[in-house]
Structure formats: C-alpha cells, structure tokens
C-alpha cells in the first residue's frame, strides 16, 4: 500500500514539474515571439524613414535640375541680347574698306607734292589749282542696320509654370490668369515627381508681386503659398510657379 502511494506520488511530482517545464517553454516562446514582433516593426520603420530620405533626395535633385536647365537658358537669352548689341563685324570691314578706297582716290596734294610741281612747272598757280581742283573726302554716315538696338525693357514680370500631370487643367487655368495681367507666362513644364504647390520668388523686391500674384490665383481656386528660394543667379522680376499634389 505504502508502494503504491509513493508511487502516485512519483507521478503527481512528475506531472507537476512537466507542467512547470511546459509553462516556462510556453513564455519563453511568447517572449521571443514579441521581441520578434518588435523588432520586425522597428526594421519596418527603419526601412520606411531610408526609403522617405532617398525620395526627399531624389526631390531636391529634380529640383536642382530644373533650376539648373532654367539658369542655362536664362545664360543663353542674355548671351543672344548681347551678341544683339554686337554689330556685324563683315559689315564694319566693308564700310571701312569703301572709306579707305575713296581715301585713295580722293587724297589731297601734299606740301612736298606742291614743292615737287614748282619745281618741275616754275609755278604756283599750277600746284593751288590742282589741290583746290581735288575733291575733299566724304565721310560716309552710318546706316540704321549698323545702329545699336535698344535695350529690352525689363519692366514685365515672368511666371515659369511646373505642373504634375494630375495639375495640367490648373497649369492652364493659371497661365490664363496671369496673362491678362500682363504677366509673361511661357509654356508650363509637366515634371515627373510630386511636390507642393507654391510660387517661389528669388529676390526681396519680388515678394510684394508673389504675394499679389498668390492672392489672385486662390481667388480663383488654385491655393499656392509664397516660399523665398536663395538662388541669386535667377534675374528679377522672374518668378516660378509650381502645381503639384503635396499638401
């Protein structure tokens, strides 16, 4: 008898300790199972944050190219002003070849010629005869296509329009807006990523206009705001306008 409690009792120390074992398995395995969790979840958001930095980079360098591409441009219409002020150097030549041509025909008797006629003639009246018998030279007057053009005046302001797809009707719409405000309006851009929309002025002086300009356009729907972008090789009185799907 006394055997057969001990061992029952063999058992039930038994059963106890598996269940003891089976319990610590069992929180060992729920508190791997959470680390694994979180450690998932900061991988996830790790990998998320990298991913919003190399979007935000790849955003500011198709910016940068843009401005560069509207800073090339701007270069070569200031080169095509002024190679306007430059004449026509052929033109020049000419001018100057057909005045030194008449020079020759038309050259004064000298002193010394004077001089050499007394001395084969015997006379004066022979040499003052001939100088004032020779025509004197006729300066040629510049022609209107060798003037200097006027300068262009540069009193307008112009609005450079950047456009998502989703934005081309306001492109459209905006370019309307600002035209019959006198504002010179090129044809807009289409870009192929997402930014805000906003109008960028470059210069201090240029603020109260964006700000104008602003105003107009969310009166007539299009909500932008007003950003100051440092970039000095931008001319006055140039603006950007920017349509896009950020908020």
């Avoid at 004064?108 to 006379?123: F, I, K, V």
């Amino acid at each position: 008898m006394e055997n057969n409690i001990t061992i029952i009792d063999e058992l039930m120390a038994n059963d106890r300790k598996n269940k003891a074992w089976a319990m610590l398995s069992t929180i060992l395995f729920a508190v791997m199972a959470v680390l694994f969790v979180v450690f998932a979840y900061r991988h996830q958001q790790e990998k998320n944050r990298l991913l919003e930095v190399e979007v935000n980079k790849t955003d500011s360098i198709n910016m940068l190219v843009v401005s560069l591409e509207r800073t090339a441009a701007q270069l070569l219409e200031k080169d095509s002003i002024i190679r306007s002020f430059i004449p026509d150097n052929s033109r020049i030549a000419e001018k100057i070849n057909a005045y030194d041509q008449q020079q020759s025909v038309f050259i004064p008797e000298t002193e010394m010629d004077r001089a050499h006629t007394r001395d084969l003639s015997g006379s004066d009246e022979h040499s003052d005869d001939a100088a004032m018998a020779a025509p004197a030279p006729v300066a040629m007057a510049p022609s209107a296509a060798d003037e200097i053009p006027p300068a262009p005046d540069p009193s307008y302001y112009t609005v450079y329009i950047q456009c998502e797809d989703s934005r081309l009707k306001q492109a459209e719409q905006a370019s309307k807006i600002l035209s019959d405000q006198d504002i010179k309006v090129p044809k807009w851009e289409k870009m192929k990523f997402s930014f805000g929309s906003e109008i960028r002025y470059f210069h201090a002086e240029d603020r109260a206009k964006s700000e104008s300009i602003a105003n107009i356009l969310r009166s007539n729907g299009i909500q932008v705001r007003v950003v100051q972008v440092q970039n000095q090789t931008v001319r006055k009185k140039q603006l950007e306008l920017w349509l896009g799907s950020k908020s």
